[in-house]
């Protein structure tokens, strides 16, 4: 009797002790994951994204016989490839400014013959010289004629632009300014507060503010809407959102999170759109109705509320979402352990997985998607007959991995489906950055009003970015042509537009 309560006890306890140990490595892989995101490369780049010799031939893969062998130099007793050429030019174009370097005349005698020196050539260098902004008052003074001879003293007014925003001095390039600056280069209101006086000007944030927040809802809002237009028209989208807080939010303390939703159109397109929304949650309703007269195909990361959407917008998964996972899974692993660990051969199926969308880059959508039946869809299936043989506890990071393949299967597969889809949702990722990278420095929004007009000032920004427009000059230029602008002329003021005039656009590389 005693005896079997000793060996249920012993039993007992070797339990505990597993559980207590597996609890315990995952606080280690907890703690080493997030020291290396605190500490770590941001990249999921790294050494392990070679050497796949156990699963792939990667010999024959990566071979290239047309590719020039690198060129080695000597450098004081060891050899390392020689470093690329840094692609720096002065631009054409922009006005050059020549100052020429005489000899006094006392000195343009020969030193020989004591004959007169003339000009036989010039020895020139070319330097870029940068002149900070310069504030100038534009005053504007429309004639008023009348005619001398009719008795009724008939009085003409020549014709003057509207004003970008009546009854005040702004003028279109200096909002387009206080835009680019926040909205572009990151700088707050409150610097930029700072910055006009030390210029001498005594500008308020709040009336910066209630510039961007006027010209936002006047004239940007209809380009906006128009590209909206544009954007629902497209059959392949990509969505992605990222958190915002706003302070005076009715209903919602300060400190809770708000969000701006992102939706852009896919590589195939030669007018890409690039269109920000901010929404108070998160709840899938909102891109429900965003995208409600839009059918088609939607790259999105995991997140449940994608997958609630309507049947006539199909889910595509995000492979690069998948090899993170992998990815985390290695780094949470002491790294004497990476290399043969369990989660080395997920991350190399998803690396060959890209590697074949490199290959397919410059194809067109049908022999792309020939090539991914071909050689994708073989390895995807491998890939999740690997992923089935996997038993490590759900929430190590291998197990988490697993779970996260499982469960997004019949999203992740459906890149396979159609030549213009995407492996990833990267392309929404790097368009939300911007707007990420200017949160840190701006942190939040005051009220509501401020978020939304953020979202459509971000969308005209990053639009005209992706289609080669400078976003200084093209704000500037809707300033000064939508006041006068009729509802049939937004067409040609769109980035793609033809009305766009050329100092709007970037020069070519």
Known sequence: MVNDVLTTENALLKSRVVELETLVKWYEEQFRLNKHRQFGAK????????????????????????????????????????????????????????????????????????????VIGHEARRELKIVPAQAVIVEHKSCTYACRDCDGGKIIKASIPEPVIKGSFASPEAVAHVICQKFVMGAPLY???????????????????????????????????????????????????????????????????????????????????????????????????????????????????????????????????????????????????REGSSAMPGKRYCDKLFEFERAFANLEPDERLAKRRELSKPLLEEFYSWVGSVKDPPKTGLGKAAYYALSQRKYLERYLLDGRLEISNNRAERSIKPFVIGRKNWLFANTVKGAKASAVIYSIIESAKENGLKPFEYLAFLFKTMPDATTGELDGLLPWGGNVPMPCRMQAN
């Open 43 to 118: 990249s999921e780049k790294s050494e392990y994204d070679i050497g796949q010799l156990s699963i792939f031939n990667e010999i024959e893969f990566t071979a290239d016989t047309t590719v020039a062998e690198p060129e080695i130099v000597e450098v004081e007793k060891h050899y390392r490839k020689r470093k690329r050429l840094v692609n720096d030019s002065l631009p054409e174009g922009i006005p050059v400014e020549t100052i020429e370097y005489k000899l006094p005349q006392e000195e343009q005698i020969c030193p020989d013959c004591s004959g007169s020196l003339h």
């Open 191 to 337: 610097r930029q507060e700072q910055d006009w006086e030390r210029n001498g000007i005594l500008l308020s944030r709040q009336t910066m503010s209630n510039w961007l927040i006027r010209c936002a809802e006047d004239w940007l809002e209809p380009i906006y809407e128009r590209m909206k237009t544009k954007l629902l028209a497209h059959e392949v989208l990509h969505g992605d959102e990222t958190t915002l807080q706003v302070l005076n939010e009715p209903g919602k303390t300060a400190q809770s999170k708000s969000y701006m939703w992102l939706y852009r159109t896919s590589g195939g397109t030669k007018t890409p759109v690039v269109l920000y929304e901010y929404q108070p949650s998160r709840k899938h309703g909102h891109p429900k109705a965003f995208l409600e007269r839009f059918k088609g195909y939607l790259h999105a990361d995991g997140y449940e509320g994608y997958h609630k959407l309507p049947g006539n917008i199909v889910i595509v998964g995000c492979w690069a979402h998948m090899r993170r996972k992998f990815d985390e899974a290695l780094k949470a692993l002491p790294e004497k352990d």
